[in-house]
T-cell receptor, first 112, second 114 residues
């Protein structure tokens, strides 16, 4: 099965600074990749997905991610962090049988 | 459209009891997947149902079971609860579009086993 690894379980940025959350995938075939966000005491909300149509994927809330095959990466970025972005972010890869395999998650903290 | 709904939102049980959780997918979605989220193990796939049939199963003991009804609503059951079953249980419904499958998650059921 394909897998993903998220580097950094905690990331702290100042409000207005660039957000960069890292995700690397392990796949021998073009993967379907996703980023989800989880706010406290809530489920997972889909931010964006990569389906090979375009390497730069734009999502909700100003987030985007770039698929780089040469680096097997799918990092999530946002130019300017907002306090409301504080949450846990999960990278995931689709596996057969409607199974998502998730990374360990990255908790984003935004300092005022 | 209404999103994925899960009931109940919170549950407290004691060891040895059994529990049933319910999930209603987005209208028109026929696939329902279940996940367990714990601080130690993260998000792990339990099983997936499509048209009342279990198509895929994760690496969980037989105490974890599920079913799906003709209206696509799904239930999962955990028998003989253990302390380690305390977790957030998430349900997702899947839609298949031109770009592939996409899963949309419910708010989860938080289970505490005492």
């Amino acid at each position: 099965a394909q897998s993903v690894t998220q580097l950094g379980s905690h990331v702290s940025v100042s409000e207005g600074a660039l957000v960069l959350l890292r995700c690397n995938y392990s796949s021998s075939v073009p993967p379907y990749l996703f980023w989800y966000v989880q706010y406290p005491n809530q489920g997972l909300q889909l931010l964006l997905k990569y389906t090979s149509a375009a390497t730069l994927v734009k999502g909700i809330n100003g987030f985007e991610a770039e698929f780089k095959k040469s680096e097997t990466s799918f990092h999530l970025t946002k130019p300017s962090a907002h306090m409301s972005d504080a949450a846990e972010y999960f990278c995931a890869v689709y596996n057969a049988g409607n199974m998502l395999t998730f990374g360990g998650g990255t908790r984003l903290m935004v300092k005022p | 459209k209404a999103g994925v709904t899960q009931t109940p939102r919170y549950l407290i049980k004691t060891r040895g009891q059994q529990v049933t959780l319910s999930c209603s997918p987005i209208s028109g979605h026929r696939s329902v997947s279940w996940y367990q989220q714990t601080p130690g193990q993260g998000l792990q796939f339990l099983f997936e149902y499509f048209s009342e049939t279990q198509r895929n199963k994760g690496n969980f003991p037989g105490r974890f079971s599920g079913r799906q009804f003709s209206n696509s609503r799904s239930e999962m059951n955990v028998s003989t609860l253990e302390l380690g079953d305390s977790a957030l249980y998430l349900c997702a419904s899947t839609i298949t579009l031109a770009g592939g499958e996409t899963q949309y998650f419910g708010p989860g059921t938080r289970l505490l086993v005492l």
